[in-house]
């Protein structure tokens, strides 16, 4: 019906760059909010950064200023732009929306691994 499906995901060194891209697709009329999460190992999923329908932003504060997360509403993709990686960014992302479909509700993509070595 729904789903979101992300890629970008891989290993890079500290210090460098990787950009998450997630794509929606299915019964969609409207997505609403967006957004990243990420859960490293023996920790819980905590919020990377949530963007709205316009262009509104919010970021976790340990990734202010090295993240960005953008959306491209005509292919209903959300991106997550990511430099200056630490280690502690290491974590599984996982991209988030609300979307209006046949019903309201909130879906998750299955997740794309982030590893930054030192």
């Known amino acids: 019906q729904v789903q979101l499906v992300e890629s970008g995901g891989g290993l890079v060194q500290a210090g460098g760059s990787l950009r998450l891209s997630c794509a929606a697709s299915?019964?969609?009329?409207?997505?609403?909010?967006m957004g990243w999460y990420r859960q490293a190992p023996g920790k819980q999923r905590e919020l990377v950064a949530t963007?709205?329908?316009?262009?509104?932003?919010n970021y976790a504060d340990p990734v202010k200023g090295r993240f960005t997360i953008s959306r491209d509403n005509t292919r209903n993709t959300v991106y997550l732009q990511m430099n200056n990686l630490k280690p502690e960014d290491t974590a599984v992302y996982y991209c988030h929306a609300n979307i209006e479909g046949w019903h309201m509700g909130d879906y998750w993509g299955k997740g794309t691994l982030v590893t930054v070595s030192s």
């Open positions: 963007i709205t329908s316009g262009v509104n932003t």
């Open positions: 299915g019964s969609i009329f409207n997505i609403n909010a």
